[in-house]
């Protein structure tokens, strides 16, 4: 099974349209998809493939009762969008970490054993996942804590998106002690399996950037130009990329296919490095 969560420090650098495109592209080379969503903001994964319009509604199930087992039925939870399965995100989410100590303390009372930063790993095994699906990806925020912890601690391995500027160049800087630090607060090893340096436009610094992407030890198979209309179209129309170029352009656009192309081969790079 391949499985990741796509991550970065820095904010803003196309980390969810990301992860809509790789998850999109792998059910179209016939994989078994679920995506994650542990981002609590407006604006995240559920928001871009249009599974959000319960994320106020108090009465449902949703991912958290089931991280504190409190949940019901898990396969009531997925939603299903161009060929992907989503557990979407919800407004308790916000709570998570408040709801884990309680969950916790409760656990430690009664002599139970409950990991805080385990807990997504643990009912994604109890509710078959590893057997019925290919590809895991899981969407989180991108500060550290609890959202960030369950997702590496489920997955393992990290997908990176990097913006070519000088934000994107500090993350980059830093970013294998980010990982080390991960590894010690978790206690477990987490792979990098791609860097992809997104929103390139060809400059002197941004190819400074690329260039010392290139120089760190983790592959960067693919890189994506600045593509502004096809992105913000996706969000408009709340598609991946692959569906707005299929359904709401009049014409296909050369540089649009290259992108598609690139998302494609990167999706393709992934599943040979999980074995699928």
């Known amino acids: 099974m391949l499985t990741y969560t796509t991550y970065s420090e820095a904010g803003g650098v196309g980390k969810t349209t990301l992860s809509a495109n790789l998850a999109r592209a792998h059910s179209d080379h016939g994989h078994r998809v679920l995506v994650i969503d542990l981002d609590p903001q407006d604006g995240c994964f559920s928001y871009l493939l249009g599974v959000d319009d319960h994320r106020s509604d108090e009465s449902i199930d949703t991912l958290v009762h089931h991280l504190i087992d409190r949940g019901d039925d898990f396969g009531d939870l997925i939603h299903t969008r161009e060929g992907i399965d989503i557990v979407p995100s919800h407004n308790m989410l916000e709570r998570l970490g408040d709801l884990l100590e309680k969950a916790a303390s409760i656990a430690e009372q009664t002599g139970e054993s409950f990991s805080k930063y385990g807990r997504l790993r643990h009912v994604l095994a109890a ?74 436009e060809g400059t002197n610094d941004q190819q400074a950037v690329l260039d010392e992407v290139s120089a760190m030890p983790y592959s960067n198979p693919v890189t994506l130009r600045k593509r502004s209309s096809l992105f913000e179209g996706c969000w408009a129309q709340q598609c991946s990329a692959f569906e707005y170029v299929e359904k709401h352009r009049d014409r296909e656009r050369e540089h649009e296919r290259e992108t598609l192309d690139k998302l494609d081969d990167l999706a393709t790079y992934l599943e040979e490095r999980g074995d699928l």
């Open 127 to 200: 509710n078959d996942v590893p057997e019925k699906y290919d590809v895991l990806i899981v969407d989180p925020p991108a500060t550290s804590g609890p959202h960030l912890y369950n997702a590496i601690d489920a997955t393992r391995s990290l997908v990176i998106p990097v913006e070519p500027s000088g934000k994107g160049g500090e993350s980059i800087t830093g970013l294998e002690s980010v990982v080390s630090g991960i590894e010690s607060n978790l206690d477990i090893d987490v792979g990098v399996l791609a860097t992809v340096v997104n929103r390139f």
